[in-house]
């Protein structure tokens, strides 16, 4: 089945700064990309995706980079803000129905 | 429009009891989901249902049974709780369930088995 992979665990970043957090998978009939966002004690709210035919997207200060051949997608978080502290997800999946594997989060630390 | 919805919010049990949560979605969505979250290990599947009168087994399936009692409700029960079960629970709902579907969480049940 499906393996992802999530790295780092945790980031701490100064605020202003990057964040870059990068995931790996092994099925290579994987065709969707979501990267989900929990606060401490929320659920997960879907903050961006991408589709196995589409190599970059962009929604304000974040991005989803995809590497079909290596096998990677990576989140990037520009600008980072106190409210981008949170535990945020990578997730695949592949075939009819939304199977989704998640990789095991990203302890994002902005600090002032 | 409250999205998905979950019951209890917290539990305590102690091994060897039974217990049911709840979960109803108001999007008119056709498949949910139930995953566990754990330190460290993200989210795993439990169970899913594609589609009303359909469930399946996910990643995680032992020691669990879900209903689909009608296209909006989707029950978790554990029959006879251990303390390896003491997790976060989440439900999911989807509006078709194909793969590039997104997946709506609901609040979370806190678990803990004594």
């Known amino acids: 089945g499906e393996n992802v992979e999530q790295h780092p665990s945790t980031l701490s970043v100064q605020e202003g700064d990057s964040a870059v957090i990068k995931c790996t998978y092994s099925d290579s009939a994987s065709n969707y990309f979501p990267w989900y966002k929990q606060e401490l004690g929320k659920r997960p709210q879907l903050i961006i995706d991408i589709r196995s035919n589409v190599g970059e997207k962009k929604d304000q200060r974040i991005a989803v980079t995809l590497n079909k051949t290596a096998k990677h997608f990576s989140l990037h978080i520009t600008e980072t803000q106190p409210e981008d502290s949170a535990v945020y997800f990578c997730?695949?999946?592949?075939?009819?129905?939304?199977?989704?594997?998640f990789g095991a989060g990203t302890q994002v630390v902005v600090t002032p | 429009n409250a999205g998905v919805t979950q019951t209890p919010k917290f539990q305590v049990l102690k091994t060897g009891q039974s217990m049911t949560l709840q979960c109803a979605q108001d999007?008119?969505?056709?498949?949910m989901y139930w995953y566990r979250q754990d330190p460290g290990m993200g989210l795993r599947l439990i169970y899913y249902s594609a589609s009303e009168g359909t469930t399946d087994k996910g990643e995680v399936p032992n020691g669990y049974n879900v209903s689909r009692l009608n296209k909006r409700e989707f029950s978790l029960r554990l029959e006879s709780a251990a303390p390896s079960q003491t997790s976060v629970y989440f439900c999911?709902?989807?509006?078709?369930?194909?793969?590039?579907?997104?997946?709506?969480f609901g609040p979370g049940t806190r678990l803990t088995v004594l």
């Open positions: 999911a709902s989807s509006a078709s369930g194909t793969s590039t579907d997104t997946q709506y």
């Open positions: 999007m008119n969505h056709n498949s």
């Open positions: 997730a695949a999946s592949r075939g009819s129905w939304g199977k989704f594997q």
